[in-house]
């Protein structure tokens, strides 16, 4: 076996294979898409470019992956593999404290992290990307939209001085669109493809069979699908009468037609609109239910109906649960379902399949995928009951009040089941994405899914290192069926897709020139951005028009924008909320902002005033927000408009009036200079600055109290009429203060 040799990679640390040197050295001349089977070693071409542009090039290198258990395996790849000292190779997460984070970037070679982080550090200004010679991104296919990779590829062309990216992902997608958006957004140039088929790919891949094992569905639970197809009939019926018809649509479909309903509903006022977009929450609904039923069973089923009836009886619960639990003909499909006894036959087969599997092969890998935590908890419990080694393997979010796998967690699963204490896994969508799960010897798909990308991810956790097995579960007659064909013929035309746009992209037709540059925008006015506001996406639109961002805990205000100026924000839905609910009450909110700032904004942010409270219950707190708060509403359309009236604001106030930000509430204790500050500049026509010269000049607020107009004016920035106000405000009795205006 042949091994890599470069300076900066370890001895035999890795193997030598034609075609990894061969994309390895298009993606040293040009920002390249790679596109590459799992386990055909894509982590080890970024290593070989990373290696290649450290030693000629010097700076550091940037690898994004979007999970933190796949920033910890990457982290851990490069250190066992490259000559640099383990402290120049640093894992970064948001659990890492923001000064901390500054520190370990400033002395590493190698930063490896996800996404959020390095966009947060970029916004608030802690690091720069001008010195980074290489970005790594790990499952590229994500790079649209919003999300993170976006924002960083567009901050590193603007910054670095030297920039190269490798994009690399098993499965981009079929979407032409959304993959034109991925090369567009990374600056991609070249395009490498290889899959199991080519020839110097043919030599390191170990073969794999598919099986389909289909399974009929019991007539009990045909009896409860048609019960819930019939409430599903009486949905379509009454979007009929609005002239909407939905019948036949699918899931994504019945989605977009929702949120195209939904704004049209807003501008339009209509109710009828509303009341279909409602009927489509509870189709959308229904539906979920008929998928359980088919490929899940009743365990998954009951789970689910559960959590729709706890929605329905919650104070604040959608009117479309509400509507599914308050109707006869769902609550007989309900009833009919608590009535059944019989177990999905999915379930028996999985057994019989994952039991014979360990019968005739016992040091046996297997790893079991299905769609939904509720269904993984029941085949492992299941699976336990047969004296099988088994353990989930699910995301660290909570859902539905059930705990999820803290990293910590799920790297000792892993390592159990690299080791043989676990022989069975039973994973979610997480055990799809780029984890280094050992290679298995039966993948079964409990579920078909309509991916390619989720397909091919999950098809290529075995046949890594010997050959494999795939199982497909499916339910005759159901979406199973449907969904499995869909996602052969995306992976298809993915690879269709992408040998014609690998064609058309030419070498250098998308020149990094004009991006590589750094930014000459300039950055004065400042915003402070309270941290729970850090994931609503405005704190990155301020940063792009070209404001400065400082984002930490505020006690009072979401935006802080000058020393007398501070916004809160309400989406429609959450000023709605703030209404009824006692803990959000918004009156109290607001009649605090004003307490700590003079000049206070709110700024309601949606299309319309959509919510399920009367449109004039909303309009009578506004207008008592106005009125009787005196705080100015400000509504926008979407987050967008919303940015740019806050850049607007804080431009106005540092800019043109020359104010500096200040955080009124910022600290639970002021230090004596800060309290003095403070007093001064609460004076009206006084901010910050004046009240800094006013106590140099005078030094204590006695002397600034018992000092003549003609002495205040003496000042600097201190005119007659501030003078007038102070001499005032120093002199008038408080029994007669109500005879003059502030």
């Known amino acids: 076996m042949e091994y890599v040799s470069h300076p900066l990679i370890k001895e035999k640390a890795i193997e030598r294979r034609a075609y990894q040197i061969s994309i390895a050295a298009t993606a040293l001349m040009r920002n390249t898409l790679v596109i590459l089977p799992t386990g055909l070693g894509k982590t080890a071409i970024a290593l070989l470019v990373i290696a290649s542009r450290l030693h000629n090039e010097g700076g550091r290198a940037l690898v994004l992956a979007p999970t933190k258990p796949l920033v910890e395996q990457h982290a851990e790849f490069f250190r066992k593999r490259m000559k640099l000292n383990p402290e ?32 947060n550090d970029l916004i608030a200004g802690r690091i720069s990307l001008e010195d980074v010679v290489h970005v790594t991104f790990d499952e590229a296919h994500r790079a649209v939209g919003e999300y993170s990779y976006v924002y960083i590829a567009e901050r590193y062309f603007k910054e670095a001085k030297k920039p190269l990216i490798l994009a690399i992902t098993a499965s981009p997608g079929s979407d032409a669109e959304r993959i034109k958006e991925v090369v567009k957004n990374l600056g991609i140039e070249e395009i490498e493809i290889r899959t199991e088929a080519d020839d110097d790919v043919k030599p390191y891949v170990f073969g794999r069979t598919i099986e389909w094992i289909k399974v009929e569905m019991p007539e009990e639970l045909k009896a409860v699908k048609q019960k819930f197809e019939e409430a599903l009939k009486l949905r379509f019926k009454k979007l009929e009468k609005f002239g909407i018809s939905v019948e036949g649509l699918s899931k994504k479909e019945l989605l977009a037609l929702q949120e195209s309903l939904q704004a049209e509903a807003a501008e339009s006022r209509n109710q009828e609109l509303f009341d279909a977009v409602s009927i489509l929450a509870e189709v959308l609904k229904i539906q979920h239910g008929i998928e359980l ?45 608590i009535a059944c006894r019989v177990e999905h036959p999915k379930l028996q087969k999985l057994k019989e399949v994952v039991k014979k599997q360990l019968k005739e092969k016992p040091e046996s890998r297997v790893i079991v995928f ?30 539905f009040e059930k705990k999820g796998m803290s990293q910590k967690e799920q790297v000792e699963v892993l390592s159990k089941f690299k080791s043989g204490e676990i022989n069975v896994l039973v994973a979610t969508s997480v055990g799809e994405e780029g984890l280094d799960i050992p290679s298995t010897d039966l993948v079964v798909f409990y579920e078909a899914v309509p991916s390619e990308i989720r397909a091919i991810q999950r098809k290529g956790r075995t046949g890594r290192a010997r050959e494999g097995r795939i199982v497909v579960l499916v339910t005759k007659g159901t979406r199973d ?32 020139d004009d991006f590589s540059k750094p930014s000459h925008q300039e950055v004065n006015a ?25 984002v930490q805990n505020l006690e009072v205000a979401d935006y802080v924008v000058s020393d007398r100026v501070a916004i809160e924000r309400k989406t429609v839905s959450d000023f709605a909320e703030s209404i ?3 803990d959000r009450d918004v009156f109290s909110q607001l009649i605090r902002l004003k307490k700590h700032y003079p000049r206070p904004v709110l700024i309601i942010e949606g299309d319309g005033l959509y ?19 005196g705080i100015p509403v400000i509504q926008t359309k979407n987050s967008d408009e919303t940015a740019e009236f806050i850049a607007l604001l804080a431009r106005r106030e540092q800019e043109v009036r020359k104010r500096e930000v200040a ?65 005032k405000l120093m002199t008038t009795p408080y029994s007669e203060a109500d005879k003059f205006e502030s």
């Open 481 to 512: 069926e449907v969904y499995y064909w869909s996602s052969v013929r995306k992976e298809k035309a993915m690879y269709a897709r992408l040998y014609e746009l690998k064609e058309s992209i030419k070498p250098r037709q998308a020149s990094l």
């Open 526 to 550: 400042v915003v402070y951005v309270d941290s729970r506001e850090s994931n609503s996406g405005i704190a990155k639109k301020l940063n792009r028009l070209g404001l400065a961002i400082r």
């Open 663 to 727: 955080l009124h509430a910022g600290k639970t204790k002021k230090t004596l200079k800060e309290m003095q500050e403070y007093v001064v500049s609460s004076i009206s026509d006084v901010g910050p600055i004046i009240a800094k010269n006013l106590l140099q000049h005078f030094q204590t607020i006695e002397k600034i109290a018992t000092a003549s107009e003609e002495e205040l004016m003496e000042v600097p920035k201190v005119g007659r009429k501030t003078a007038e106000r102070i001499r």
């Open 611 to 629: 919510s399920r409270l009367n449109p004039n219950a909303l309009r009578g707190a506004i207008a008592a927000i106005a009125v009787d708060i």
């Open 370 to 399: 299905t769609n939904f935590r509720d269904t993984a908890e029941v085949i492992v419990e299941e699976l336990k009951e047969e004296g099988i080694r088994t353990s989930r393997f699910v995301g660290q979010a909570k859902r």
């Open 88 to 119: 120049e190779i640093v894992a970064l997460s948001g659990e890492i404290s923001p000064e901390k984070r500054v520190e370990l970037w400033k002395d590493a070679k190698l930063i490896v992290s996800t996404p959020q982080v390095v966009e």
């Open 580 to 582: 009824v609910n006692k």
């Open 293 to 337: 039923i088919e490929t899940q069973g009743l365990d998954a089923l009951k789970e689910y109906l559960k959590r729709l009836i706890k929605e329905a009886k919650a104070r604040g619960g959608s009117k479309a649960a509400k509507n599914i639990v308050g109707d006869p003909l769902f609550m007989d499909a309900v009833t009919k379902v």
